[in-house]
């Protein structure tokens, strides 16, 4: 059974920077696609930031700049570090796993991800 796992949200203040945590288990492959999400009360998921094996990345416009996506094959573990936290930052992060050949163009699309982690909450205060 596949699980994803998110951790390392919380309340920051504007300016600051935390580091997600999303564990993956009964899922491995080094070249398989993962991504973050997030999603504001009444609001569509929005795309944060994927990655494809060690060599494909794409970050939102909205975080790119000041974030930064990193894999910890061994512990099956991808981590998302953003940096100048904004209130508009503020909603539920979600982890989404997938196999290795979602194209480019279908990196954002929530649909190309069959597992789902539950989120973890960031909220960002002025």
């Known amino acids: 059974q596949v699980q994803l796992e998110e951790s390392g949200g919380g309340s920051v203040q504007a300016g600051g920077s935390l580091r997600l945590s999303c564990a993956v288990s009964?899922?491995?492959?080094?070249?398989?696609?993962m991504a973050w999400f997030r999603q504001r009360p009444g609001k569509e998921r929005e795309e944060v930031a994927a990655r494809c094996g060690d060599d494909r990345e794409r970050y939102a416009d909205s975080v790119a700049g000041r974030s930064t996506l990193s894999r910890d094959n061994v512990k099956n573990t991808l981590y998302l570090q953003i940096n100048s936290l904004k209130p508009d930052d503020t909603a539920m992060y979600l982890c989404?796993?997938?196999?290795?050949?979602?194209?480019?163009?279908?990196?954002?699309?929530?649909?190309?991800?069959?597992?789902w982690g539950r989120g973890t909450q960031v909220t960002v205060s002025s």
């Open positions: 009964g899922y491995s492959g080094d070249r398989a696609c």
């Open positions: 989404a796993a997938g196999g290795a050949g979602i194209l480019w163009g279908s990196l954002f699309r929530p649909s190309a991800y069959p597992y």
